[in-house]
Structure formats: C-alpha cells, structure tokens
C-alpha cells in the first residue's frame, strides 16, 4: 500500500518479528492475529522485493526494537 505513496528512490523503515525458525509466516498469538505475527526474514524480504522495494538494510532485533529494515523504491 505505501509503495504508490513513495517517490521513486524514496525510502521506507519498519520493524518486524522475525525469527529463522519459522518457515515462512506465523501467528505467535492466534487469538490476536496481527499483534506478534512473526515472518522467517528473508521470506520477508521476498515479499518486499515482489512489491517493489529493496532491502538497503536490515538491522536484528535489540532489546528496544525488533529486526529494522531500510529498503529503497
């Protein structure tokens, strides 16, 4: 959805679980579908690159955050 809102080399950050165990895509909560759902990350950045984005970087999780990513337009 926010591809059409960047400008071609703009740029997106975002956070996310992940976690390389997983498969491809989990719900860690299923009663709360969307609060912990927890991505295998480099599926992740298959999903960002069919949409039309690029991973620039990808920062793990730290106590204050989880995995970070930098993609370009």
Same mark, same amino acid.
């Given at each position: 959805?926010?591809?059409? =809102? @960047? ?11 992940? &976690?390389e165990t997983v498969d491809d895509?989990?719900?860690? &909560? *299923?009663?709360?579908?969307?609060? @912990?759902?927890?991505?295998? *990350?480099?599926?992740?950045? +298959?999903?960002? +690159? ?7 970087? @990808?920062? *793990?999780?730290?106590?204050? %955050? %989880?995995?970070?990513?930098? =993609?370009?337009?």
């Open positions: 959805m926010l591809h059409r =809102c @960047v400008s071609e080399g703009g740029r997106l950050y975002f956070t996310a679980f992940t &976690d895509y989990i719900e860690r &909560d *299923p009663t709360n579908p969307g609060l @912990v759902s927890t991505y295998n *990350p480099e599926r992740l950045i +298959e999903i960002l +690159e069919k949409s039309g984005w690029f991973a620039l970087n @990808v920062f *793990p999780a730290s106590r204050f %955050q %989880q995995t970070a990513f930098v =993609c370009r337009k």
